[in-house]
């Protein structure tokens, strides 16, 4: 066992999933931040286990040829991103590495590589952001938390966002500031405002503020207003209810304060409604090319039907529809299927229909109706497929299972149980929707072994 606070001399020469080096010494795994493969480091101890521990590199002795200066100034503090240290040729490397080495380990797959497709720019892209909010000796400030702590670091510009979502953060702390807002204290569970919520579209360059509030009233909110509009693009303006403890961001209850509440954006050729709970990528650029890659994989005829499972407010759904002869959409979250149908009405789609429930209940029901999809797609959050979904699509037994994930572990599980129902794994693909940050996303093609 490694002793706390003893220096120790290691090699990097892998990553964690969340973008941690790991190092061994004398057969305890060290896990480093901002560290890179094929660096020999000294590092410092600070947490200590059995067959592991959490280090911090105190000098770096071989400097990989990857290791760049951060051009973010709070990078290290930020949890927020974790590669501004490298340089995105070895980031996209790792992502992809990380998505084969999931696959074969956890699903039995022997995979020499696996595609990446990697992102043309990695500042600007991300089309939303939720800023914590926090106050130190009387003045409010925003800005993301710490790794694995909920204490809010201030960044006052953020690489990764457009300038104008920066711009509504200032905006709104000033408003906060100058008429004494309270502020969320969620040890003592008092104060008002809790995060700030910005979504831009980026074709539009319409932007929604909602405001995640411990309360149902907003003190002034019209001078809030005045100073938004200020901004380009400013268009909605929702006070979002949470007065639950508790680390979930949005509330259930969404008040509109200004404008109607949401906002419009153009993917894949398509007009899509987005309110504050509506799943929509974060990368728009990225996430075009990742739906056109499921959407080629799928091999879609105009005689088949495809269910989408977890179809949000209907993206890919809807991007399917021109292909196939129907397309079925299953979403939990009730205002994104009211956004999912309200899309498909405005894009003249009519062969697009969307059901309201737990993917695998959905899925189940669908089977009992004698739905007998041909194509089946899902997007699951980060935990991944059901056991019931992963039953109900055995049984409805598709020609072709489309799976994008946001996370390779839980994939590779689920391909391992699809693989036990009698699918194979046809391709993977990665794709960088998150540059400069450890999130990874891939879309698998599965069919039955004929």
Known sequence: MLQKNAIYEALVTDYTAEGQGVAHVDGCAV??????AGERVRLRVEKAGKTWAAGKIVEILEKSPHR????CPVAKLCGGCDFWHMDYAEETRLKAERVKSCLNRLAGERLETVPILAAPDCRGYRNKAQYPVACQKGRAYAG???????EVVENRRCLILPEETDRVKDAVMDYVNQYRVSVYDETAHRGLLRHIYVRRGAVSGEILVCLVCNGRKLPRAEALVERLKRIPGFAALVLSVNTKKGNAVLGDEFIPLYGP???QDTLCGLQFRLSPRSFYQVNHHQAQRLYRAAIDQAGITKEDTVLDLYCGVGTITLAMASAAGKVIGVEVIPQAVEDARENAARNGIANAEFFCGDAGQAALALEQQGVRPDVITVDPPRKGLSADAIEAISRMNPRRLVYIS???????RDVA???????????AQAADLFPRCAHVETVCVLSRNK
Do not use: M, Q, W
């Not at 760049?68 to 051009?71: F, S």
């Not at 946001?406 to 590779?412: E, G, S, V």
């Not at 149980?417 to 391709?427: P, T």
């Open 417 to 427: 149980l699809l693989k036990e129902k009698g699918f194979l794994l046809r391709s």
């Open 31 to 36: 896990f480093l931040p901002n560290a890179i």
């Open 261 to 263: 509440g949401y906002i």
């Open 68 to 71: 760049v200066n951060r051009e």
């Open 406 to 412: 946001c996370d390779p572990a839980t994939l590779a």
């Open 144 to 150: 993301f938390f710490r790794a694995g702590t909920h």
